[in-house]
């Protein structure tokens, strides 16, 4: 017998971005989504992370600038390529960019500290889920490009760990294919 809790855990499923429409999380949904997201284990209690949300006209005036760092790094870019890159943040009511902020710590090691962020953008995606929105986990290159980090204000050590983004669906997506995972579990004997 499942709960409806592990029913809800079963059946989440990311939905690509371009398929999230209106209407996003209200302003005390995504207050929740993100205490949900800040309560996560976190060895050493540091709280590696911390979170920049795009919301309204911010997600336009962010796809110009992709657009314009895009068009200067790729000088063949097709005119239907950048308007791509300008329109990438309005795919979505609402995006919460989790950026991981570690610190120096003499007994918890960096790859903790990424573990923590990682459950902090899959708790975003399970209460997003539990709330009635679909959403999914995305770096794509502007995750990793060090002039797109200057405009978000990133310091040297901080690193972009995924953009969510958060709406509607019209359609719920079909399961997808997934490793077996009979053949992940090993029982341990000596
Ligand atoms: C850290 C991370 C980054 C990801 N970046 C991308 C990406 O850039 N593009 C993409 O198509 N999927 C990306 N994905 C995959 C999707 O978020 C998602 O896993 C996939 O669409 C199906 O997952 P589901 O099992 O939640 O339905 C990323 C996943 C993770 C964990």
């Not at 791509?84 to 609402?94: G, K, L, M, Q, T």
């Not at 999914?136 to 050590?157: C, H, I, K, P, S």
Request: glycine share 6%; hydrophobic share 35%; net charge negative.
């Amino acid at each position: 017998m499942t709960t409806d809790k592990i029913q809800a855990l079963l059946t989440r499923r990311s939905v690509v971005a371009r398929d999230l429409c209106e209407p996003g999380p209200n302003q005390n949904e995504l207050d929740t989504i993100l205490k949900c997201a800040h309560r996560v284990p976190d060895h050493g209690k540091i709280g590696p992370w911390r979170f920049i949300i795009f919301q309204g006209e911010a997600r336009l005036a962010f796809g110009q600038e992709l657009e314009k760092i895009f068009a200067e790094e790729n000088p063949d870019a097709t005119d239907k390529a950048l308007e791509f890159e300008n329109e990438r943040f309005i795919r979505a009511p609402i995006v919460v960019g989790v950026i991981y902020s570690p610190q120096e710590h003499p007994k918890v090691p960096e790859w903790e500290q990424q573990l923590s962020t990682g459950a902090v953008c899959q708790n975003i995606l399970n209460a997003a889920h539990f709330l009635g929105y679909s959403a999914q986990w995305l770096t794509e290159w502007y995750a990793f490009n060090d002039r797109v980090n200057n405009v978000l204000g990133l310091q040297a050590q901080e690193q972009v760990a995924g953009f969510i983004y958060i709406g509607s669906t019209k359609e719920k997506p079909s399961e997808r294919n997934r490793p077996d995972l009979t053949e992940r579990i090993l029982h341990w004997q000596p």
